[in-house]
């Protein structure tokens, strides 16, 4: 492996540029994969760029062009010669249901499996054939080859970039992912096997045994009042159940993370003093295309783009729901994170790295970093408002792009040379705070604001008798009059 890594390291652009192409796309349509996985060549593909052989951006139009290739082949030959291949010697290997329950497996969720296979060798070279083997739509299934090409193209090729001359350590630690991946797969597997071979009368069956426990009866009977409440903390829907259970926990945590951050700035120990290794590392494996894509990233931290973004959101989701409270959320928190990001910078006084080592102008102290603040706050709580009430796909989706904008505006600040990396920590943790302290306040205030017609139990039988009886003799007055 080593030798063959050498040599491509030795060739000319041109034909390095092939080899980073035709590797990823010979991996599942010629089965290449198992002698050699597609990562190493991005990883390597990603050396050269870092060395000035290739354009970084032309090592990754290649290789995510011949990852969506190489899978489209795959899916292709899957679905024509599959079943043919199943219907001779390999068939005989394994059982008809268990290849029906695949391909209905597959044909249903497919797209999850096509995502999330790519980043594993072994399911890698095998599902794209398996995709088409069972009727999965080659719409859906270029959708999400599409998407986790880019991802684990983008991803594979910046390995080799940032790591340049210690590609073989990069290597072995993509591979160790990879291999970490492919076991919580085949965990996840091995206990849906269970869950099935274990028919569901047997779980009521013990649900039913533990529920009828003559110790679970005594400690409900002599603690009701905790039984109850543990019941209600955990209860799926309603505003005082699992919702209010983890903003609770998030506020706690992230308070907590954050009051040991600003421990550690305060007295230069423990995570503070791994900021200038970190920020010695970043200028070491700086680059030109890098310092563009920070500098633009970067604002998605800014107030010039959340500003516009939260106004014109704001407006659209009052209008929507015919409501100003989306105002309010976006307002109580954006000011509350600002202000309490101003208060903590004028009591720390932390300086901010060397100014000869920025590459944008930056002003005011380091902690908490300002624009990881702003970033926190308003994509953070875009994404609460977006997903309520949305579907589950829509809230993964969400939460994940305001993840990823988190990310890239914290990497762009320790980037970019003008903030540490317990800065933009610390920011996160504060902001995390009082985005689920408020959601907290929120949610405990739903409760606090139902109709008390809504939360009073219904009127018994006397009571319906009464008001009957008053009925019925305010009617005869009337009539009499």
């Known amino acids: 492996m080593n030798w063959i890594a050498s040599h491509i390291l030795g060739l000319s652009p041109w034909i390095a540029l092939l080899v980073v192409f035709a590797v990823p796309a010979l991996e599942s349509s010629a089965f ?115 998407s986790s090409a880019v991802a684990w193209g983008t991803m594979s090729v910046l390995f080799g970039y940032l790591g340049a001359s210690s590609w073989q350590h990069v290597a072995h630690i993509a591979s160790r992912i990879g291999l970490a991946a492919l076991a919580a797969v085949i965990l996840f597997g091995l206990g849906g096997f269970l869950v099935r071979r274990t028919a569901a009368a047997r779980f009521e069956d013990l649900a039913g045994r533990v529920s009828k426990s003559a110790r679970l009866r005594r400690l409900l009977t002599r603690f009701p009042r905790t039984a109850a409440w543990v019941k209600n903390r955990l209860r799926l829907h309603g505003s005082t159940g699992l919702a209010l259970t983890l903003a609770v926990s998030v506020s706690v945590a992230a308070t907590w993370i954050f009051l040991g951050v600003t421990q550690d700035v305060i007295a230069r120990e423990e995570l503070a003093l791994l900021d200038p290794q970190v920020h010695h590392w970043v200028l070491a494996h700086r680059s030109s295309g890098l310092d563009t894509f920070f500098r633009t990233v970067t604002w998605l931290g800014s107030s010039v783009v959340t500003l516009p973004v939260l106004a014109v959101t704001g407006g659209l989701l009052a209008r929507r729901r015919h409501s100003w409270t989306p105002v309010v959320d976006i307002t109580v928190i954006s000011t509350t994170a600002i202000i309490l990001n101003a208060v903590v910078a004028l009591a720390v006084h932390r300086p901010r790295p060397p100014a000869s080592a920025w590459l944008t102008a930056a002003n005011g102290w380091a902690y908490p970093s300002g624009h990881t603040t702003q970033a926190v706050a308003v994509w953070g709580t875009l994404a609460l408002l977006g997903a309520a009430g949305a579907p589950v796909r829509a809230r993964l989706i969400m939460t994940a792009a305001a993840t990823m904008s988190v990310i890239l505006v914290a990497a762009s600040r320790i980037y970019l040379g003008d903030e540490w990396f317990t800065d933009v920590l610390g920011a996160t943790a504060m902001t995390a705070a009082v985005l689920a302290a408020w959601s907290t306040f929120r949610l405990s205030w739903l409760t606090l604001a139902e109709p008390l017609a809504a939360r009073s139990d219904p009127p018994d039988a006397s009571t319906k008798l009464r008001c009957a009886g008053i009925t019925e003799r305010a009617q005869r007055a009337k009539t009499a009059t």
């Open 32 to 146: 290449v994969g198992f002698l050699f996985p597609g990562e190493i060549a991005l990883i390597l593909g990603g050396v050269l760029a870092s060395q000035g052989h290739i354009p970084l951006g032309a090592v990754l139009v290649a290789g995510i062009g011949g990852a969506i290739v190489g899978d489209s082949v795959g899916y292709a030959v899957g679905r024509r010669y599959g079943r043919r291949l199943l219907d001779g010697t390999v068939g005989r290997l394994v059982k008809a249901d268990h290849l029906d329950r695949a391909e209905r497996y597959l044909a249903e969720r497919g797209g999850r499996a096509v995502f999330f296979g790519r980043f594993t060798a072994a399911l890698r070279v095998m599902v794209p054939g398996l995709a088409g083997m069972s009727g999965l739509r080659y719409r859906t299934f270029l959708a999400y080859n599409v």
